[in-house]
Each structure stands twice: as C-alpha cells, then as structure tokens.
C-alpha cells in the first residue's frame, strides 16, 4: 500500500472523464493536472516560474529552507514566499511545511486563466476547482480504512485546497502517530501546513479527539480527517462518504 504513494500508483484510479489529465515534473516537483483542455505548456511554464522565485529566495535567505518554527514577515518576498510564510505562522510551523500545498495553488490560480476546471495534486495535496461535487479518495496506508472513505466537496466550496499529513507514508516531517490526517482550507498553502501541525501534534491514538480543539484554534480551515490504525475522527464542515 505504500508503495502506491511512492510510485504515484493511485494517479491510475482517478477518474474526471469529462477533463484531460496529464503529469508535469520539473526536479521535486511532481504533479497530476486535470483541466478542461491539455495545459502541459501552460503547467510547466507556471512550475518553474514558482520554482525560481522559490529557489532564488532561498539562495538569499538559506535559513527558510530549514527552519522548524514559524518566520517573520517578509514583505520583499514573492508571492508564493509571503503565502507560506503566513501559512507557517498560522500553523504554528516553517514555511516549508507548506510548499507542497502553495506550488499547487499557485499553478492552479495560474491554469484557471485557460480553462474554468482544474485539479492540480502536488504528492497528495490538492487544488480543487470544478464545476460539480467531487469526491477525494482518502489514502491511508496500511489501514484497513485506507480508501474506503472519501470527501465529498460540493462546488460551492472550491476553490478548495485539500492537504494531508502522514506518519508513516511519504516524505514529509511528521512525528505524529496517525496513517493521514486531512485538512480542507480555502487557502492550499495552510491546509499543507496545518497538516503538518496538527500531525505533530499526535502522539498518541487517544490524541484523535483533541484535533477538532486544535485546528478551531488555528483558524482557517474548514475542518478535515484523521486516521490512525482502524480508528478515525472528523471535525468541522466536511462530508464524509463511503467508498
């Protein structure tokens, strides 16, 4: 099962008949677009522009690339780099534990100047904008509820940014105990973070039921999923349906 995340198996059982799917990658960045029409020109031309504000502000200021705790404002910094930052400070976590949700979000913002529909997942953190409900696959690992609940987002939600969290899949930091934690938010950026956040956070099984406490406190977010083994636990303005 884990294997599916580290070879993007589970790219293979998406299914948006009415929308084209195809892979851009350029160095880590490794994403799955749907839109309306074949933007690979268009992805790969917002990838590397995020690429290079990224890796040029951290030819600068080293230090973001690895600090663990929230950084101060930056008001010279790019876009993409003021929107982790914010993000990190919300969570409670460095910038960097929201990259993966802020690359999303802003190639996605960036398709929707060519097509009304897009789906862009960058390692399993989503920007979500269509015109009908769509129902996100929750991938748990090895437990036994791992692709058996999915969330379902009515279109009056979008743009949604899903983002998710794992003590023992992929390469992310997190020294939490949970199979995935899954945060929705408006903002791509803070669901990658908060994850990451409230993700540490668990320590232990009985921990599930602090969560929805914890993520009321950090603001932003609509709410999410948390799974640990064979238990699981939900909170706020989500809908959970069977897969």
């Not at 982790?84 to 929201?98: E, F, H, S």
Request: net charge negative; charged share 20%; glycine share 10%.
């Amino acid at each position: 099962m884990v294997n599916a995340y580290t070879n993007r198996t589970y790219r293979r059982r998406v299914r948006s008949n009415d929308l084209v799917s195809f892979r851009v990658a350029v160095k880590q960045t490794d994403l799955w677009v749907s839109a309306c029409i074949g933007l690979e020109t268009e992805t790969r031309d917002l990838v590397l522009d995020c690429r290079l504000r990224l890796e040029t502000y951290i030819r600068e200021h080293p230090e973001f690339a690895v600090m663990l705790v929230p950084g101060p404002d930056d008001p010279y910094a790019p876009d993409i780099v003021k929107e982790m930052l914010w993000a990190g400070k919300r969570a409670g976590v460095g910038p960097m534990a929201a990259v993966a949700g802020a690359v999303a979000q802003h190639v996605g913002s960036g398709l929707l100047r060519h097509t009304d529909q897009v789906v862009v997942e960058n390692g399993g953190d989503i920007y979500l904008r269509v015109a009908r409900p769509a129902t996100i696959s929750i991938f748990a690992g090895a437990s036994p509820l791992s692709e058996k609940v999915g969330l379902r987002i009515p279109p009056e939600q979008m743009p949604m940014g899903i983002c998710s969290s794992s003590a023992s899949i992929g390469h992310s930091l997190n020294t939490g105990v949970m199979d995935v934690l899954c945060v929705l938010s408006p903002s791509c950026a803070l669901a990658d973070a908060a994850a990451t956040a409230l993700g540490n956070r668990l320590q232990r099984a009985d921990d599930l039921e602090k969560v929805p406490g914890w993520a009321d406190r950090m603001g932003g977010l609509l709410g999410g999923v948390v799974i640990a083994g064979d238990r699981m636990a939900a909170w706020g303005d989500v809908e959970l349906t069977a897969l």
